[in-house]
């Protein structure tokens, strides 16, 4: 089955730097990556997704990067703010929303003012 | 914080007895999601089901079952055969949206079973 693997675990920067987060999948099948940021004491949700057909996609300070050779995809995040502090998971999926999605173990992310 | 919800918040069992979470959503998703949350591991998919009275095991289905009796209702039972219950639970709920395929998370049971 699918296993991604996501690095750091954590990662601080200083407020105004930018962060990568970085993820790795083995199941070539897999078509659809979304990353989703979880603040403390919250449930998480969906900040951006990328389809394997698209290579980069960006949404004002967040972009995500596709590299489906390698089986790579990461998150940049510029100018961050201290209310980017969070933890940040990528996740693999096939095809439709009834699939089952595959959770990276995450990465806490501490902005420093 | 509404369309999707969990109880109770916290949870406390003795070990041994079986508990049942509760998960409702009134987003009229078809798809819904158990996952564990441990501290460092992510979240791990328990069970899954695309449609009413089917489900799916997910990575870590053991010691645990579920019902899909209807649409808006996913209830999880721990059973006394889950080896280490004590963690964070979410429920999900997915749709297909404007291109995106996102799930929906619920705030989450904390389960602590001494």
């Known amino acids: 089955g699918e296993n991604v693997e996501q690095h750091p675990s954590t990662l601080s920067v200083q407020e105004g730097d930018s962060a990568v987060i970085k993820c790795t999948y083995s199941d070539s099948a897999s078509n659809y990556f979304p990353w989703y940021k979880q603040e403390l004491g919250k449930r998480p949700q969906l900040i951006i997704d990328?389809?394997?057909?698209?290579g980069e996609k960006k949404d004002q300070r967040i972009a995500v990067t596709l590299n489906k050779t390698a089986k790579h995809f990461s998150l940049h995040i510029t100018e961050t703010q201290p209310e980017d502090s969070a933890v940040y998971f990528c996740?693999?999926?096939?095809?439709?929303?009834?699939?089952?999605?595959?959770f990276g173990p995450g990465t806490s992310l501490s902005v420093i003012p | 914080d509404g369309g999707i919800t969990q109880s109770p918040k916290y949870l406390f069992r003795k070990e041994g007895q079986n508990v049942t979470l509760s998960c409702e959503q009134n987003?009229?998703?078809?798809?819904m999601y158990w996952y564990r949350q441990d501290p460092g591991q992510g979240l791990r998919l328990i069970y899954y089901?695309?449609?009413?009275?089917?489900?799916q095991k997910g990575d870590i289905a053991e010691g645990y079952s579920v019902s899909r009796e209807k649409k808006e209702s996913f209830p999880l039972t721990v059973t006394s055969a889950q080896k280490n219950p004590t963690a964070f639970y979410l429920c999900?709920?997915?749709?297909?949206?404007?291109?995106?395929?996102?799930?929906?998370f619920g705030p989450g049971t904390r389960l602590t079973v001494t």
């Open positions: 996740a693999a999926s096939m095809k439709t929303s009834y699939d089952k999605v595959i």
């Open positions: 999900a709920s997915s749709s297909f949206s404007s291109g995106r395929y996102e799930q929906y």
């Open positions: 987003l009229n998703h078809d798809a």
């Open positions: 990328i389809r394997s057909n698209v």
């Open positions: 089901s695309q449609i009413v009275n089917d489900f």
